[in-house]
């Protein structure tokens, strides 16, 4: 009902344009059309298919007047005052000769008395009218009425179903409608049907997916990927300090309310070896919380295509402001940030939006990034306040590589109880996780190209055979163990 009363106070106050933003174009016109009624003047839409056509009167469209300039043209002349929702005509905003129309209606808005009203998904407000208008917002709907938006599909969906009963426990419609803030109405209400109409019930399981079409109706610029299928913890040997660390703050990071005094966790930085499990942790972070992982897409952020790379980014991090509570991943962070001479300073002003929103952000984001090379990372980013913790994901020692034999053995489906470990970790010192794996794949191809079945002596000959990375990076990787201590914690 505020919605209305806004929209009416806008009319009355004798502005003559009105640009509203909006997904929701069938609900702003219907708003319109409810308005019609209190303030009792035509209502007309144009859209480039239809023309001008009135809406009180449910005449027909008389399909002249599709030409953005003839629509005007004709409104100016239009006698008797009248509101025009025009549709989808932003793209004609940019031609002098429209705005200039525009700018006429305006002027003579003490006799002529119209109102114009742009509807579109996203409008720019030309700066020669600018002066004249007013951008309205309309409502998304609040925390506290989508429970009642979900109970309204769940009844619409038994209506349509006579007979059948819907499976939503009170839990689940709490969770369902935190992942549905920040979508407008018409979209809540049908992800909320969809999630009904596929297994009459309403799940954890729907959960996800909701979150996904969420993600893909807020998704603009596409410099955020989702990510499904997020792994969990138990996938990532070693790092037992780090999944302390992590579990000590689920809770706080979760919490919709926090007592004074505690912050929000607000994330962490992962430096080390290359192949150490830097990108694995950063997935697994998102698993064992069970929140939604996007990755910042730092390769087409500089895409010179993709546009203007600040505004793409602050809409990238809104948006994941809008998918709280998740995880923002940016791998490989020095690659982004750290830029050239010769980007126009580009990559440098996006270094400072993600720094201040990084400050200023108090939504439940959680950042992981995570750097191989310190000497191209930007010391801000590691200044304390920013993220709560550095981390150094140094080689693996013996645990944590016994931890990753298992991992990658039961990942393919063979058993660590038929192998001896003990001299596999022993043999493997050196080696990073990944070169665990890769070990465990080749020794598999071999057993397989000799008909035969993987054994120990597969996976000890292929061990022998590596040369791991801190055997030919040695100084490389005792530059990075000198510059972490003192500065960084240790996973393990
Ligand atoms: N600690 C670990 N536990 C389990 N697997 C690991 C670990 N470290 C590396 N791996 C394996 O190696 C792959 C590559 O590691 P990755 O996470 O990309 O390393 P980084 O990002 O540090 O370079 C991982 O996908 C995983 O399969
Ligand atoms: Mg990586």
Redesign the pocket.
């Known amino acids: 009902m505020h919605e209305l009363d806004d929209l009416q106070i806008l009319l009355r106050s004798r502005t003559p344009l009105i640009f509203i933003e909006t997904r929701e174009e069938a609900r702003a016109v219907q708003l319109f059309r409810r308005l019609q009624r209190h303030i009792g003047k035509p209502l007309f839409s144009w859209t480039v298919t239809d023309g001008l056509a009135r809406l009180d009167l449910d005449l027909p469209p008389q399909k002249h007047n599709r030409k953005a300039a003839d629509a005007l043209t004709q409104i100016a002349g239009t006698g008797q005052p009248s509101v025009f929702l025009l549709l989808d005509f932003h793209p004609y905003l940019d031609d002098p000769v429209n705005q200039r129309l525009i700018k006429q209606i305006c002027l003579e808005y003490p006799t002529l008395g119209h109102t114009l009203v742009f509807i579109s998904h996203q409008i720019s407000i030309p700066a020669s009218l600018r002066h004249h208008a007013v951008s309205y917002q309309l409502k998304l709907p609040g925390r506290s009425q989508l429970p009642a938006l979900i109970r309204a599909e769940i009844g619409r969906w038994k209506l349509q179903n006579p007979g059948q009963d819907v499976a939503a426990h009170p839990e689940i419609i709490e969770q369902i409608s935190h992942n549905l803030q920040g979508l407008s109405f018409t979209e809540a209400r049908k992800l909320v049907f969809e999630a009904i109409a596929d297994d009459d019930a309403l799940t954890a399981d729907d959960l996800e997916r909701i979150n996904r079409r969420k993600f893909e109706l807020l998704d603009q610029n596409q410099l955020i990927k989702f990510h499904a299928k997020a792994l969990d913890l138990s996938?990532?040997?070693?790092?037992q300090r780090l999944r302390k660390w992590l579990d000590t703050r689920k809770k706080a990071f979760l919490s919709p309310a926090l007592p004074a005094g505690l912050n929000r966790p607000k994330g962490l930085m992962l430096i080390?070896v290359?192949?150490?499990?830097?990108?694995?942790?950063a997935k697994a972070v998102a698993g064992s919380w069970h929140v939604p992982l996007l990755r910042l897409d730092t390769g087409s952020l500089y895409n010179k295509y993709i546009g203007e790379t600040e505004k793409n980014i602050r809409s990238a991090l809104a948006l994941t402001e809008s998918m709280a509570p998740c995880v923002l991943w940016i791998d490989e962070v020095e690659k982004a940030m750290a830029g050239d001479s010769e980007d126009n300073g580009t990559s440098k002003r996006v270094l400072a939006t993600v720094l201040t929103w990084m400050a200023e952000n108090s939504a439940s984001v959680f950042i992981v990034m995570?750097a191989?090379d310190i000497s191209s990372l930007p010391p801000e980013l590691l200044r304390k306040g920013r993220i709560d913790e550095i981390f150094f994901?140094d080689l693996?020692d013996s645990e944590?590589r016994e931890?990753?034999f298992r991992?990658?053995l039961k990942r393919r489906q063979l058993d660590p109880l038929d192998f001896n470990l003990g001299p596999l970790v022993e043999s493997s010192e050196g080696f990073?996780?990944?070169e665990i794996?890769q070990a465990i794949i080749s020794a598999l191809y071999q057993a397989f190209s000799d008909n035969s079945q993987l054994s120990q002596k597969y996976l000890e000959d292929e061990i022998s055979r590596t040369r791991p990375l801190s055997v030919i990076m040695d100084d490389k990787i005792s530059a990075l163990r000198l510059w972490a201590k003192g500065r960084t914690v240790k996973v393990n």
Do not use: F, R, W, Y
């Open positions: 996938d990532v040997g070693g790092m080390g290359q192949g150490g499990g830097k990108s694995l942790a995570t191989n994901v693996p944590a931890e990753i991992i990658h990073s996780g990944s794996e």
